[in-house]
C-alpha cells in the first residue's frame, strides 16, 4: 500500500515537474518571440528614420542647389545691370566730351579773330546775317558804320561813303550815246557809276583793301573756308583755286578773287547788258 502511495506521489512529480518545464519552455519562446519583433520594429523604425534622414537630406540639396542657381542668376542679372550701366556711363561720357570738344572748338572759332580783322578801321561794322546762304540782299558791302548797295544811286551812297579822293570819267558801259562813266575813288575800294533814265548808279564795287567788308564779314585777307562758311560751297555759280562767284541768275554778281587760298579781290558787278 506505501509502495503504491510511493508510485502515484512520484507520477504526479513527474507530471508536474514536466508541465513546469513545458511552461518554461512556452515563456522562453515566447521571450524570444517577442524579442524578435521588437527587434523588426527597432529594424523598421531605423529604416523610417534613415528614409526620413535621406528624404532631409535631399530636400535641403534640392534647397541649397536652388539657393545657389537663384544666387547665381541675381549675380549674372547684377552683373549685366552693372555692365549696362557702366556701358551707358561711358557713352554719357563720350558724348559729354564730345559735346564740350564740339563746344570748345565752337568758342574758339568764334573767339578766333581773321588777321584781316585786326588791321580792320573800328568804323567798319559787319552786319549780321544768315550764314551759308546767298540772296540779292547780299550785293552790299559796310563802310563807315553804313551800307552801300550794288545799284544805288551815287547821290544817296555819298552820304555813307563822302568825298573821293579822285574822280575819273571813262567810257560809258552802255551805249556810244550814253553819258561817261564816273569811277569814284577811295581808301581801299572804288565805286563805278552809270547813267540811265533813273540817273547816276553804281553799277561796279570794287574792294581792294580790308577798310571795307562784305555784308557777311568778308573781307581782304579772309580764307575761302570764311567764303564757304558764309556764302555756302553750294550756292558758288563757279569756283576754284582762283575765285569764287555767287550769283542769283540775274544781271549781278558778287566774285571774290583768291591769291594763296586769301581773298585778295572783292567785285560786286552788275552787267547791263546781259
Not at 109 to 121: G, H, K, L, Y
Request: proline residues 2%; aromatic residues 6%.
Amino acid at each position: 500500500m506505501k509502495k503504491l502511495i510511493a508510485i502515484s506521489l512520484l507520477a504526479c512529480m513527474t507530471v508536474f515537474f514536466a508541465g513546469c518545464a513545458d511552461n518554461s519552455q512556452t515563456a522562453e519562446e515566447s521571450k524570444g518571440q517577442v524579442s524578435i519583433e521588437a527587434s523588426a520594429q527597432k529594424d523598421e523604425s531605423s529604416e523610417e528614420e534613415n528614409s526620413k534622414k535621406v528624404e532631409s537630406s535631399e530636400e535641403e540639396n534640392s534647397k541649397k542647389v536652388e539657393s545657389s542657381e537663384e544666387e547665381s542668376s541675381k549675380k549674372v542679372e547684377s552683373s549685366e545691370e552693372e555692365s549696362s550701366k557702366e556701358e551707358e556711363s561711358s557713352k554719357e561720357e563720350e558724348s559729354s566730351e564730345a559735346e564740350s570738344s564740339e563746344e570748345e572748338s565752337s568758342k574758339e572759332e568764334s573767339s578766333a579773330v581773321p588777321e584781316s580783322s585786326v588791321e580792320q578801321p573800328q568804323e567798319t561794322q559787319t552786319l549780321q546775317t544768315a550764314m551759308g546762304s546767298y540772296n540779292e540782299d547780299d550785293l552790299v558791302f559796310v563802310y563807315n558804320n553804313g551800307q552801300i548797295r550794288l545799284l544805288e544811286k551815287i547821290s544817296e551812297a555819298l552820304a555813307v561813303l563822302g568825298n573821293a579822293s579822285k574822280v575819273e570819267s571813262v567810257p560809258s558801259c552802255l551805249t556810244a550815246d550814253s553819258p561817261n562813266d564816273n569811277i569814284y575813288y577811295y581808301n581801299g575800294f572804288k565805286v563805278q557809276t552809270l547813267t540811265d533814265s533813273e540817273g547816276e548808279k553804281i553799277y561796279q564795287i570794287e574792294i581792294t583793301s580790308n577798310s571795307a567788308a562784305t555784308a557777311k564779314g568778308i573781307t581782304i585777307g579772309s580764307s575761302t573756308a570764311d567764303i564757304e562758311k558764309a556764302y555756302g560751297l553750294q550756292n558758288a555759280v563757279a569756283h576754284d583755286e582762283f575765285s569764287y562767284t555767287y550769283s542769283t541768275g540775274a544781271s549781278t554778281a558778287l566774285d571774290f578773287f583768291i591769291n594763296n587760298g586769301k581773298v585778295e579781290t572783292i567785285i560786286y558787278q552788275y552787267y547791263p547788258n546781259s
